[in-house]
């Protein structure tokens, strides 16, 4: 007889690579990442909000890891919509205060690829386009003193690339939140 466990992040990324449809055209994939963040969360429980933002956060991952630059775009765009969303009370249930180390929590929640990703994406002389919707992502962690705590380096390494290597406008204010990091 087979027991119910739950699912590890493997597993879960493992089912997500299986419902990412790469057979879509780049407009279809740029609209359904985007409908994720204007969606999220479709139905609300209480006893699902770690599962249900943790499997979001593995799929819109790995749609930074096979989508294109469009669809990129609207992954950054849903992130930072997921973000803006979610409330205090949300976030302590996220985030719960404990032992757990701070790294656990960020892989345990698909941050730590997610931030991974973004600074990659930063990084990049080609995904220039993209850095202006990198900047709204880390304004949107940002709102969350939680989430800074857990992930202030990664979030600091992001703001200096952006304000070295970003527009002047862009440069100006990645240099004015990293002051206030």
Do not use: Y
């Amino acid at each position: 007889m087979l027991a119910f466990r739950p699912l590890n992040v493997m597993e879960k990324h493992l089912r997500h690579q299986k419902a990412f449809n790469s057979e879509l055209n780049d407009s279809d994939q740029e609209l359904g990442l985007a409908a994720v963040g204007v969606m999220w969360p479709v139905t609300w429980r209480k006893d699902d909000l770690v599962t249900r933002f943790a499997s979001t956060m593995a799929l819109l991952n790995l749609a930074l890891t096979r989508s294109a630059k469009r669809a990129h775009a609207a992954t950054l765009a849903s992130v930072a919509a997921i973000l803006a969303k979610l409330s205090a009370d949300q976030i302590a249930k996220l985030i719960p205060s404990g032992d757990k180390k701070a790294t656990g929590v960020l892989l345990e929640l698909g941050l730590h690829d997610f931030l991974t990703h973004l600074k990659r994406i930063v990084e990049s002389p080609k995904l220039e386009s993209l850095r202006e919707h990198g900047f709204g992502c880390v304004v949107a962690i940002m709102q969350h003193p939680k989430f800074v705590v857990l992930c202030r380096d990664q979030l600091s390494q992001i703001l200096q690339i952006l304000s070295k290597d970003g527009s002047s406008s862009l440069s100006d204010r990645a240099t004015e939140l990293q002051k206030s990091l």
